[in-house]
């Protein structure tokens, strides 16, 4: 079993939309999580980081559920502009706090 | 503006040829890391350093090596190319301490073994 699963979509919603994505991971002793943005054919790059206590950044909403071991990401609002692969990263104890990926959900918002 | 920079961008070379990719940092990061990405698909890290002469083999085997001389130098090299090694190469850094940042990527090394 992977550590980090995501669903892989695509999600296809009109521009305006509210979209969630969710993540599980495996690994009971994890430290960190993060989700990052990877545009086609580029490098990924980080979203947000995730807390217990849920965080928002504008339209974007991030929350950690330590008990069921899962992440959510919630997009409200999308835009053209929010298309792109979500990847659910996490950092465990346990070696050298190196990220773990998942393989990202892709979102394509239309008009 | 780019604080990691990856080169060359695109690589084309023909099957037995040696290469090397090279990634530089300039943030004073210790922690720097390679990932191989094929398209559509996860990350999967293959070398990681923690710092000047510390270099070790990540979770997806490889038959790249890497060096560590430099804080701010990470290269890569594959002795002899294959086919089988056509794939991007992403590399990254992030500092000494707590994730809180997440790491920051190069643009990426998008290699082709013909």
């Known amino acids: 079993r992977k550590e980090v699963e995501q669903d892989p979509g695509p999600f296809n919603v009109p521009e305006g939309a509210t979209v969630a994505f969710n993540c599980t991971y495996s690994n009971s002793a994890s430290q960190s999580f993060f989700w990052y943005r990877q545009d086609c054919r580029k490098e990924p790059k980080l979203l947000m980081s995730v807390y217990s206590s849920g965080n928002e950044d504008g339209r974007f909403t991030a929350q950690l559920n330590r008990a069921s071991q899962y992440i959510s990401l919630l997009i409200r609002d999308s835009k053209l502009s929010d298309s792109a692969t979500y990847l659910c990263?996490?950092?465990?104890?346990?070696?050298?706090?190196?990220?773990?990926f998942g393989a990202g959900t892709r979102l394509a918002v239309h008009p | 503006e780019a604080d990691i920079y990856q080169t060359p961008r695109y690589l084309v070379i023909g099957t037995g040829k040696k290469i090397t990719l090279e990634c530089s940092q300039t943030?004073?990061?210790?922690?720097m890391y390679w990932y191989q990405q094929d398209p559509g698909m996860e990350l999967h890290l293959i070398h990681y350093?923690?710092?000047?002469?510390?270099?070790e083999k990540g979770d997806l085997s490889s038959e790249s090596t890497v060096s560590r001389i430099r804080t701010e130098h990470f290269p890569l090299t594959l002795e002899s190319a294959r086919p089988s090694h056509t794939s991007q190469y992403l590399c990254?850094?992030?500092?000494?301490?707590?994730?809180?940042?997440?790491?920051?990527f190069g643009s990426g090394t998008r290699l082709t073994v013909v």
């Open positions: 943030m004073g990061h210790d922690k």
């Open positions: 350093s923690y710092g000047v002469n510390s270099t």
């Open positions: 990254a850094s992030s500092p000494k301490g707590q994730h809180r940042g997440g790491y920051t």
């Open positions: 990263v996490g950092i465990f104890s346990g070696g050298y706090n190196k990220l773990i």
